[in-house]
């Protein structure tokens, strides 16, 4: 049986964490001992999608905690450098799996150790309830490819014992199309939505009038395609056709860069739009309304300080 | 004795009202008759700068107050059309004043009626505690110019008569220099703040790193200073000249537009950005970054309803 540590249990780390535990020795790294003592206690309840209550270790230190085969790292991109750091040192045989937006996250976790890496998107969503509690929400597929160290046949691997504990995913031999196109959608939608107010609605793809929102979604989208093709990225789903269906679905999902806003924590910026500037500026492309977007929610940040 | 109607007693009418009330024969036309009643009764009161309370006559209805040689059309952009059609069919002998913010609020007017028409910006501000106490802050000058039927002697006569009633104020012959200055200032400064909740303060001027605030503000001021430009006017100051010495100045404004945001009440955004747009789009010049404000402000609007 497969040794698994899921390092963050926020929503996507509890997911992973309570299925793989049907299939799997799990293990959850968190920061609170109060939240390694509940979910060793009372286990991890999963509701909507499926109902269930699953059993695993949880510790607050790597130390108290079996040595895993494959390491989530599903915290938030925020967060990613802090947990990568207390990793140090441990598990040198593991790969280790990134699943943060935006693209970068294998390069901040290489920082800290010489693991084989593998990187994932996932577009599975859900809501934490409480400590021991998440609902699942939103069953579409986590996509994993090889980073560093690591074939496609580690993906496969990590994929079908994903699919295994009842989540879908899938593995690709480059991961980069995927990634990107979730790059540049994160970047407009997020930024948009954490700057009005907005949930992703129908508001995202209006184009009736010059001052409607969509021809500012469509010029960050055409941004962000010129870079993809700047650094030869051919993207996998178009972005605007993937915002154009998203709204039209008829719910609205509350990025959770919005979500971050609203409750004044500090964003992803920097993994998410801050990245695809990077890149932009890597190979010459001029991304002026990403930077306006980036300032304005970094200075967003400081009026809570 | 002149007779002046000040139109609007929110901070700029109750200044103009009380001060003017010492040297000319004042009325007040308000919205709620409880304003109008408490102005009757208790009068106005000044304090900060200024430290006295003043008579003067108020009603909600044009009907209700004597003839004004001048009206001073005190209320914000967004009320302007209404009040306005209120004073429809009233008074054509009167020269009317507007002090609204961004451009473009004398065609409104002229929309309604015959009057002749001076045009003024306003650099004076204040905090309004209640109906009938508003306190003097900053003791910065209304500039007066000629816009519909009046000359610039028209202009000096109503600045000697605000000079006269303790309140400052400068006459010019051409006032588009200092308006078109006012105008890519506030479009500016109105909608960063107001999008990223900081006030007028250091920020602002911050060029260090390439995600600093000041770099989007200086390029909403280039794009409006391209605009001027083509519209054939030469700026009076420099909106970024004004923007680093507001923001050395040590106390950061507040300014309007974040105000209404944060009491989600509808902003002045078409007066101030969506005129600037409209000019460039006439004259031909793009103005991507102060379209892209102008959706986000409009999107935060749509996202109270």
Chains 1, 2 share one sequence.
């Not at 045989?93 to 998107?121: C, F, K, P, S, Y």
Request: aromatic letters at 4%; charged letters at 25%; hydrophobic letters at 45%.
């Amino acid at each position: 049986m497969a040794r698994v540590c899921v390092a963050g249990a926020g929503v996507i780390g509890s997911l992973f964490a309570a299925h793989l535990a049907r299939v799997a020795e799990v293990s959850a790294l968190v920061r609170r001992e109060e939240h390694a003592e509940a979910l060793r206690t009372r286990g991890l309840r999963v509701s909507g999608r499926a109902d269930f209550t699953a059993q695993l270790a949880a510790a607050t230190s790597p130390d108290d905690l079996e040595t895993p085969e494959l390491v989530i790292l599903a915290c938030k991109g925020t967060d990613l450098e802090a947990v990568a750091a207390r990793l140090a040192g441990h598990w040198p045989e593991a790969t280790v799996m990134t699943v943060q937006n935006g693209i970068g996250a294998d390069e901040v976790v290489a920082g800290h150790g010489d693991w084989r890496i593998l990187a994932a998107v996932t577009f599975m969503s859900g809501t934490r309830h409480e400590d021991t509690h998440v609902q699942y929400v939103l069953d579409t597929a986590t996509w994993i490819g090889p980073a560093r160290g690591t074939t496609y046949a580690d993906a496969l691997s990590v994929a079908e014992l994903i699919v295994s504990s009842g989540l879908k995913a899938e593995a690709f031999a480059d991961l980069r199309p995927a990634q990107w196109s979730k790059l540049i959608f994160n970047a407009t939608v997020n930024t948009v939505a954490a700057l009005t107010g907005l949930p992703h609605d129908p508001h995202f793809a209006a184009l009736d009038r010059p001052d409607d929102l969509g021809h500012l979604v469509r010029g960050l989208m055409d941004e962000g395609k010129a870079v993809a093709a700047a650094v030869g990225v051919e993207l996998g789903e178009d972005p605007w056709e993937m915002n154009v269906l998203a709204t039209e679905r008829g719910s609205a999902h509350y990025p959770s860069m919005l979500e971050d806003v609203e409750a004044r924590r500090r964003t992803e910026i920097d993994m998410i739009t801050g990245a695809l500037v990077r890149e932009a500026q890597r190979v010459g492309v001029p991304v002026p309304l990403h930077e306006t977007m980036e300032r304005l929610i970094k200075a967003k940040e400081d009026s809570w300080s």
